[in-house]
């Protein structure tokens, strides 16, 4: 089952069967690197005494077999390990992609797709490495502590408790150590954002501060912010460089007490330097477990945030009427070729236009934040196949009334109706399904170029996309892959000019076949004559869908039916006709 990220729960350090099983193989392997080295001690003494070499035989098997078991079983254990993680990651990045998509874009603030993005696949790694890093580490430790313990006790109970004790005490630096760890985290990542922050005004204002005299205090500002950062960085490494130095005076005293209690042991030469070796091989055992408080610190900031993020309500969500999607049937549906007959049932107002609808917005406002109006009050018409352009200047409101139009944000007052229906009684995914969107920042994938076609058109088949792809301008470009859509794009694949990117943007949305395409600055990147060529074959493959298209440049303006100048939110000068 998909295990999708709780936000009640912090998912730092879970244990599953397969960790555990990894676990007990790491145990194995630091285990038999503690028998490696005592039995080495008690061999080294006892060949010392130049005993027959066939007293010696049996020891130097175990040393032997000790000294391959440990690389096979920790080979074994990472295996292991690294399988659970990955297939862990790879669910928990499915269920988290899956709580991002309601957020987007509304929820998640004015950082870029991108940085979002990268910041989650960090954080949830670093979650998912917890499990590696900790837990399987921790359960090794328990094991081949507990196991020298009860093994020596064998040989001199006294000797046995100072290794539990020293197991005991072990696990308290441990635990402070993670304490302290979080603290200091939390003091360093604070220091570094302030220190970005400073750099970041300081540079913006570069300037004005220089016309003002204030370049000095800019210049002492961002001083004690690194003074700052120095120091909290310096804090956590004394915390680091004391845990692991505890760990050491732990390990040290412990081989004191054993060596003191071998002495008055009556054992044998070799037997008593068995005693001794034992805590200084249990205590290299148990040192990774403060490195490993560090992993746990990291993840549980990680996962705290992961957590602030997909605990967001979304900016969007269905009417009260309508029937969640998994319930509904899932038949393909495709406006523009009229196939699909309106579905009947409680679904709230189903949106099953026939052909391109007729988009329409009266006293409409919309707001990014509760409170705030960013859009509107405005009146808006898109006749079915009508092509409009949105300019106007930076904030102007282009982009929030795409995001009204794709349902991406809903109106804070007024109507927005397709065809006659009202939107917010609609379905979410009907209304979403007929719009496909084009941005200035078009996603390719690191897979095939079916794949990247497929992701807008699931059902279509080559005939389809090769016909989008060349509906879109890259016929040429297609005509000349020597593997034609097996072709690689992306991390490890072709490269593939910003033209190429944003006619496959392109070809996407004619591919999903949904009749109302909006495009956000798609020429942004390009030059003004390889935008012009493109903005004539978007229209031209466009067909009979309807375009509305945000623009900064006058590129394609006169290709348009119309154009609406946006300021302040609203439309300013009416609704102006281009001439065809
Ligand atoms: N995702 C968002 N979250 C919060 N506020 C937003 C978001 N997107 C836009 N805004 C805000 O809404 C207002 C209108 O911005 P919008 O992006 O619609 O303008 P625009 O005309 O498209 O600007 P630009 O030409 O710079 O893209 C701005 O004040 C902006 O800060």
Known sequence: MMRHLDPTRLPTLHLSRGLVVAGLLGGVATASGIALTTTSGWLIV???EQPQIMLLLTAIVAVRTFGLARPVFRYWERLRSHDVALRDLAERRTGTYAALVPLTPARLGARGRTDVLTGVVDDLTDVVEASVRVTVPAIAALVAG???????????????????????????????ADRLESRSQAAVLAARAEVARVVQLTTEQADELRVIGGTGSAHDWLRAA?????ASVARQSRGRSLSAAAVLVIT???TLACAALASTSGADAPVRALLVLAPVATGEALGVLTDATRALARARACARRLVELLGRTPAVVDHPEVEPPSRRPRGAWDPLRRTAHAERGTQGHPLR?????????????????????????LDLTIEPGERVAITGPNGSGKSTLLAVLARHLDPTAGRYTVDDTDVTHAPLADVRRLVAVVDDEPHVLAGTLRANLALAAPDADDQVL????????????????EHGLDSRLGTGGLGISGGER????IARAIASARPVVLLDEPVAHLDHPTAEVV??????????????MVTHHHVGLDRMDRVVTMQEGVPSHGQERVPG
């Open 535 to 548: 903005i004539a074959d978007l229209l031209q493959g466009a067909g009979e869908r309807s375009v509305i």
């Open 226 to 230: 690194h003074v700052r950062l120095r």
């Open 502 to 505: 944003t006619r496959l943007a």
């Open 46 to 48: 006892r060949a010392d």
């Open 466 to 481: 090769v016909d989008s792809l060349r509906r879109a301008g890259l016929g040429t470009w297609l005509d000349g892959l």
């Open 252 to 254: 040290g005293a412990s």
């Open 353 to 377: 236009p026939h052909g391109t609808p007729r988009l329409e917005l009266r006293d409409l406002a919309a707001g990014w934040l509760p409170g705030r109006t960013d859009l509107g009050p």
């Open 146 to 176: 507990v196991g020298a313990a009860a093994l020596t006790a064998l040989v001199d109970p006294r000797v046995g408790l100072v290794l539990a004790a020293m197991l005991l005490a072990t696990a308290v630096v441990a635990i402070l």
